[in-house]
């Protein structure tokens, strides 16, 4: 059994559209899913604003390696186009943290080594679980990160029921 925290992201095209995709794709093991931000862009900052948010699953059959690669098979999906670092993408899965794993696998680093700075990550993720820790950086809620740029999408809700019918 593993958890995972996972970030989404997209600011090209249908951007909720994708990050719907995304959730539809991990329906079957969606512990949470948080609210939707619209945030500035970071790293390379002339592009279009983001639609942020983060995923909560769960799985006994999924190690972190799996949940990397349904990332990347959703990416695909997207039709994500792997231009250049940190430019516009149709989605952006990232692994954030699975359980207390570390990794320094340049193909799987875990945790992520942009998370505990990245308020487009720790904004959704405090969302729905302001208790959560981060492997080796500690409770999230007390990081020193900037929250400028991140604000939040009433209008937007990823939420879809994953009760099956007659449970
Ligand atoms: N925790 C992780 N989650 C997702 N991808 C990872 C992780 N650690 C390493 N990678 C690797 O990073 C590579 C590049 O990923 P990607 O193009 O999405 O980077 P990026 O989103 O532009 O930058 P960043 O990872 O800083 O957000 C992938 O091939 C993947 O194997
Ligand atoms: N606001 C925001 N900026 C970014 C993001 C992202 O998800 N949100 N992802 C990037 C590449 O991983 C580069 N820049």
Redesign the pocket.
């Known amino acids: 059994m593993t958890r995972a925290v996972l970030?989404i992201?997209s600011n090209l095209g249908d951007r909720f559209g994708y990050l719907q995709l995304a959730v539809r794709g991990f329906a079957d093991v969606l512990v949470a899913v948080s609210p939707v931000y619209e945030t500035a862009p970071w790293?390379v900052v002339d592009q279009d604003d983001f639609l942020n948010a983060v995923l909560v699953v769960e799985s006994p059959d999924v190690d972190e390696w799996g949940w990397?690669r349904r990332?990347?098979e959703l990416?695909r999906a997207a039709e994500r186009v792997?231009d250049r670092?940190?430019?516009p993408?149709t989605l952006?899965?990232?692994?954030?943290a699975v359980d207390g794993v570390l990794?320094s696998?340049?193909?799987?680093?875990?945790?992520?080594?942009?998370?505990h700075e990245?308020a487009t990550v720790l904004i959704p993720w405090l969302a729905v679980s302001p208790d959560a820790v981060l492997p080796g950086f500690g409770r999230i809620a007390e990081l020193d990160f900037d929250d400028e740029g991140v604000r939040l999408r009433t209008d937007l809700s990823l939420n879809i029921r994953t009760t099956k019918i007659g449970e």
């Open positions: 970030s992201g790293g990397l990332g990347q990416e792997r670092r940190w430019g993408r952006d899965v990232d692994v954030v990794s696998d340049p193909e799987l680093l875990l945790p992520h080594p942009g998370a990245r």
